[in-house]
């Protein structure tokens, strides 16, 4: 099961415009790079579990969900919120409160949190706005004397248990959906995402529990305003809307890696919840549809599919229970004969193959035409280039140990 091409699993070699790939057998990084493009600066979690900027082009090894970092790839997006770090400033309007500003340390590990003190019932905090419907408010919060927050989008609201990271209420005729995701020191990014469209307001208050009238304080970062189902990487303003734009990685392999009459393709990934396009991982000769090995998710069947294609027909596996916002290890592999797709350890299908792909001479994270892009998180991509037995195909997409299957799935407790 020598792997041609293997990409991640905690080996990480990369700089301004591309990623290395690693070979195991030679024991070094192989000159065979995913070039990665980003024209903006954007932030990733490092290993100290600290946000941090990097620069237009730098490839993002997030450790966010795992100690081994995954490969980080998402869409462009905008925080609209101007301020997103000085509560104070008066595009912040404060009914009932007192806020201080860098007197706690923050997620990005410096002293610029601030500390949100309600001097009198129902105190909050506010922005005025126009929503466009299908938006994600995120806050980073730590609790005080207060354990809890509720944050309001249009007419939609959630409460976050600072405490125990966890949503204890959502309400609201156009919510959509609320997270609470868990950094260093007590924070928690706190989400909510509405459909709501037209004038209205954001806004955030500290609680015990669902009681808005209470009285103490929390301490905030960070906050964000976007378009779109879910809350992307932290984008920090200081006076103006700032634009994250969208990452690629293609290109990776030649002709001499990549084996046209059988092979086998793994991907340990995360695709995010509530994905709003599709998402392919392609082995091809960089034409869409024709001579392509790849994985695909579906977003409008919301199905994980493999698929194998020479210049005229396909085969194809389709899944319909695939997990979304959570890492899952896919399989494919073909011959001449057939095509078989493993998740996490279970076969999902084989099928019969109608045509056989020639001439491939590289992955990409997209369709093989530079649309489509995979977004979500990769923690490792491998190339075999023979056909891998049903025996291979189980051990390699399973959880060899409980300590093994709570790393994975960045679990606390089973």
């Known amino acids: 099961m020598a792997q041609k091409l293997k990409f991640g699993n905690g080996t990480w070699a990369t700089k301004e415009g591309s990623t290395l790939s690693y070979n195991d057998e030679g024991g070094n990084f192989k000159p065979l790079p995913f070039t ?3 024209d903006s600066i954007a932030t990733r ?5 600290l946000i941090e900027v990097v620069g237009n082009d730098v490839p993002r090894i997030d450790y966010t969900d795992s100690a081994d970092g995954a490969l980080l790839l998402e869409p462009q997006s905008t925080n609209l919120i101007t301020y997103s770090e ?3 400033n008066a595009s912040w309007l404060k009914t009932n409160l007192n806020i201080t500003k860098d007197i706690e340390i923050a997620p ?3 002293l610029n949190a601030s ?5 009198v019932s129902g105190g909050y905090a506010r922005i005025n706005t126009t929503l466009a419907g299908s938006e994600t408010f995120s806050l980073f919060a730590k609790k005080g004397d207060l ?3 509720k944050l309001f989008l249009g007419g939609d609201y959630s409460y976050f248990d600072l405490e125990n990271g966890v949503v204890l209420l959502a309400s609201g005729s156009t919510f959509v959906s609320s997270n609470i995701e ?7 990014r706190c989400s909510i995402t509405s459909s709501y469209s037209g004038g209205t307001s954001i806004r955030f208050q500290g609680t015990n529990g669902t009681n808005d009238n209470s009285l103490g304080f929390i301490y905030t970062y960070g906050a964000q305003l976007e378009q779109g189902s879910y809350a992307t990487s932290y984008i920090p303003t200081n006076g103006s809307s700032v634009t994250r734009q ?7 392999g030649n002709s001499e890696v990549f084996n046209d009459s059988e092979g086998a393709l793994f991907a340990d990934i995360l695709i995010a919840e509530n994905i709003s396009a599709n998402a392919n991982i392609s082995i091809s000769k960089g034409i869409n549809g024709q001579n392509l090995f790849k994985i695909l998710y579906l977003q409008s069947e919301g199905k994980i599919r493999a698929e194998l294609r020479d210049s005229t027909m396909n085969t194809i596996i389709d899944y319909s229970n695939f997990n979304l916002g959570e890492f899952s290890k896919v399989l494919l592999s073909y011959n001449s004969t057939t095509l078989k797709m493993y998740i996490n350890g279970f076969e999902i299908g084989s099928e019969d193959v109608n045509g056989i792909p020639s001439g491939l001479n590289q992955i990409d994270f997209d369709r093989a035409d530079g649309n489509a892009f995979f977004y979500g998180k990769t923690k490792e991509i491998g190339y075999y280039d023979t056909a891998l037995t049903d025996e291979e195909l189980e051990y390699l997409t399973s959880y060899r140990s409980l300590n093994e299957l709570v790393t994975e799935l960045n679990l606390n407790e089973l």
């Open 36 to 38: 990665t493009t980003r």
């Open 45 to 49: 979690v490092n290993k100290e579990g």
């Open 86 to 88: 000085d509560f104070n």
């Open 108 to 110: 990005n590990g410096l």
């Open 115 to 119: 500390k949100i003190l309600q001097t």
């Open 147 to 149: 354990t809890d927050l």
């Open 182 to 188: 868990s950094f260093n020191n007590d924070w928690y």
């Open 246 to 252: 969208a990452d690629t990685a293609s290109g990776s």
